[in-house]
């Protein structure tokens, strides 16, 4: 990659918040638009710094604004988190939360036209846990979106031309451009209610549950962004560094003071 053309940190922010004032189904970066489309969807050349960078980025902003503020409601409306520190799933948390949900909920937004496969198999996974089964399936799901394409042309069959994204008529693809905001940020909202089941509840005003889900709304907003602009790949990383974090310092905390174990 040309690290001449590679977008600061700077930048990266700066467009991702001209990204939420008008959400577009943009090109990705410039540097992203070498080689294969479908490779550069899962293989987009973002680094460690810059993992980093975002993670860091939105640890900061959810421990020092929405986190404080989601756990000020959840007091308030007496609603409990479900995580057990005796028994995290560390595994579920960073390997499988990652790579399921930005399958079910950020994938489509730049494939729309493989909804009509993906999401159905991706959600009935996503439903029934990181089985054996359910990790078969998806694992397989993933190694055909990124070598099937290369197999042929679209219209060797109609099963390659869905999965190539060329099944729309070009006036469906029209509206989805023209409509894409509310694709974008319905997306993220599924996205940050599908976390509401973290918690039990008692009596709750409805009003207020989105705020108990804020964190995850603006989380889920950052990876659609980065879904869009730099691929899919990128998204479940930065997901899965994201998740790894608070777990590691709870992980560090219960075994470095056994009496913080609940």
Known sequence: ???????????????????????????????????????TDWTNGLGVKRILQWAALL????????????????TSVGAE???????????????????????VFRYVLRRPSQFLWVLPVTIWCLFNGPQSVTVTVVLAVVLLLYFRPSVGPAKDSTFAAIALGKAWPRRWYKTYIRYFGWAFYGSTALFAALHLYNFSFGQVAFWMLPLLILPQFVTGLVLAWLRIRRGIGASIILHAVFNAGPLLLILSIVALMPEARL
């Open 81 to 103: 988190h479900k995580l057990d520190f005796n028994n995290i799933p560390w595994k579920q948390a960073v390997l499988w939360a990652p790579l399921i949900e930005e399958m």
């Open 59 to 74: 640890w900061l902003v959810n421990i020092t604004v929405f986190g404080p503020l989601a756990a000020a409601v959840a």
């Open 1 to 39: 990659m040309n690290q001449q053309t590679q977008q600061s940190f700077k930048q990266e922010v700066r467009d991702f918040l001209q990204f939420l004032r008008q959400p577009r189904l943009s090109p990705r970066f410039p540097q992203q638009d070498l080689g294969h489309g479908w490779h």
